[in-house]
T-cell receptor, first 113, second 113 residues
Framework: GENVEQHPSTLSVQEGDSAVIKCTYS??????FPWYKQELGKRPQLIID?????GEKKDQRIAVTLNKTAKHFSLHITETQPEDSAVYFC????????????FGQGTTLQVKP | KAGVTQTPRYLIKTRGQQVTLSCSPI?????VSWYQQTPGQGLQFLFE???????NKGNFPGRFSGRQFSNSRSEMNVSTLELGDSALYLC????????????FGSGTRLTVV
């Protein structure tokens, strides 16, 4: 069945360093890839998303890249800050159906001051 | 504008009982999805509703059901509760099926004892 694998499960960086989280999806028909940030006890918040017709998208310190051939997509956070500490989830749509998302298992990012 | 509102925030039920959770989407949003979040399984898709019709369904048993009303508010029901149903149930809304980004509510924490 459809699957999204996310790595690493935990990531610890020093403030100011970059962080990269990688996801691999199985459904070649997936066309929408959002990233969510979830702080402890709070709701997941959409931080950036990318559609299959785009290879890269950037929003200030956050960027996402998509390699459709390899079925990989990655989240890049530059100049990390302590408030970036949270659990990050990647997701992929099931086929072309953007209403149905399959999520990765999450990455706990810790940014040390 | 108000976000996605879920009630109640916390719920404790006994095994075998049934429960109904409520979700009010962002004003103007007509698509509502439900997800189950657990430490072991992560975020799993339950179902999506648009204009009172179920558009998508995840791989959950028939004990899990939902509906959407004409004002876009949605409810999900779980019958014959099992211990394994203990989870955070998240509702998310978006404007329409052609739109992409979902906004999540803060969830209902269900504990089955």
């Amino acid at each position: 069945g459809e699957n999204v694998e996310q790595h690493p499960s935990t990531l610890s960086v020093q403030e100011g360093d970059s962080a990269v989280i990688k996801c691999t999806y199985s459904d070649s028909a997936s066309n929408y890839f959002p990233w969510y940030k979830q702080e402890l006890g709070k709701r997941p918040q959409l931080i950036i998303d990318i559609r299959s017709n785009v290879g890269e998208k950037k929003d200030q310190r956050i960027a996402v890249t998509l390699n459709k051939t390899a079925k990989h997509f990655s989240l890049h956070i530059t100049e990390t800050q302590p408030e970036d500490s949270a659990v990050y989830f990647c997701a992929a749509s099931i086929g072309g159906n953007t209403g149905k998302l399959i999520f990765g298992q999450g990455t706990t990012l810790q940014v040390k001051p | 504008k108000a976000g996605v509102t879920q009630t109640p925030r916390y719920l404790i039920k006994t095994r075998g009982q049934q429960v109904t959770l409520s979700c009010s989407p962002i004003s103007g949003h007509r698509s509502v999805s439900w997800y189950q979040q657990t430490p072991g399984q992560g975020l799993q898709f339950l179902f999506e509703y648009f204009s009172e019709t179920q558009r998508n369904k995840g791989n959950f048993p028939g004990r899990f059901s939902g509906r959407q009303f004409s004002n876009s508010r949605s409810e999900m029901n779980v019958s014959t509760l099992e211990l394994g149903d203990s989870a955070l149930y998240l509702c998310a809304s978006r404007y329409g099926t052609g739109d992409y980004g979902y906004t999540f509510g803060s969830g209902t924490r269900l504990t089955v004892v």
